[in-house]
């Protein structure tokens, strides 16, 4: 079955303890980003990926990381929580043919204290 | 930049009442645009897309939407609602040109329908 997995799907954590949210796709997607989700704002990138080792910000990229060594994984690293964090993420990867349609992991929900 | 507006931030509706939820962006060039649909405690799911063609777009679960290119509206609609589509609804809108920040979405309209 084609998907996207995130993990973990909730977490409460604190202040400055670092973290990371693994996401992986078994489509192999070229392209893969990472959103946060917030009442009132939707859905904003946060970190998106083209292709293996090509990585670029989005719109709110303070205060995370990503990486992506293999094609079917796009972890998001948060090196030092703060409550500000406290979202809802998703995972999402495409074809990359430009067409903009997105397959979403199931999300994780984050609580930073 | 490009925005993505949705009017309407909450809609309860009764079953079988019609829906049309308002989208609106800001970009000039040419965009394939989408409604995606979030189901409670689930993810997003694609319902309908336009990339070009007929303007009326017909999607899952009875919704269509309609893109009229001179007021940069893409408005969803379904004639009569039921109460499984309670669910929280956005648009989003892709450039053409630009595959870096694939997605632009609206804020959300989240649909409550009474039984």
């Known amino acids: 079955e084609a998907q996207v997995t995130q993990n973990p799907r909730y977490l409460i954590t604190v202040t400055g303890k670092k973290l990371t949210v693994t996401c992986s796709q078994n489509?192999?997607?070229?392209?893969m980003s990472w959103y946060r989700q917030d009442p009132g704002l939707g859905l904003r990138q946060i970190y998106y990926?083209?292709?293996?080792?090509?990585?670029d910000k989005g719109d709110v990229p303070e205060g995370y990381k990503v990486s992506r060594k293999e094609k079917r994984n796009f972890p998001l690293i948060l090196e030092s929580p703060s409550p500000n964090q406290t979202s809802l993420y998703f995972c999402?990867?495409?074809?990359?043919?430009?067409?903009?349609?997105?397959?979403f992991g199931e999300g994780s929900r984050l609580t930073v204290l | 930049a490009q925005s993505v507006s949705q009017h309407n931030h909450h809609v309860i509706l009764s079953e079988a009442a019609s829906l049309e939820l308002g989208c609106n962006y800001s970009y000039g060039g040419t965009v394939n645009l989408f409604w995606y649909v979030q189901y409670p405690g689930q993810h997003l799911q694609l319902l309908l897309k336009y990339f070009s063609g007929d303007p009326l777009v017909k999607g899952i679960k009875g919704f269509e939407a309609e893109f009229i290119k001179s007021k940069f509206s893409f408005n969803l609609r379904k004639p009569s609602v039921q109460w499984s589509d309670t669910a929280e609804y956005f648009c989003?809108?892709?450039?053409?040109?630009?595959?870096?920040?694939?997605?632009?979405f609206g804020g959300g309209t989240r649909l409550m329908v009474k039984p």
């Open positions: 999402a990867s495409s074809s990359g043919l430009g067409t903009g349609e997105l397959f």
């Open positions: 990926s083209m292709n293996v080792e090509v990585t």
């Open positions: 489509m192999n997607h070229e392209y």
């Open positions: 989003a809108v892709n450039p053409t040109n630009n595959a870096g920040n694939m997605l632009t």
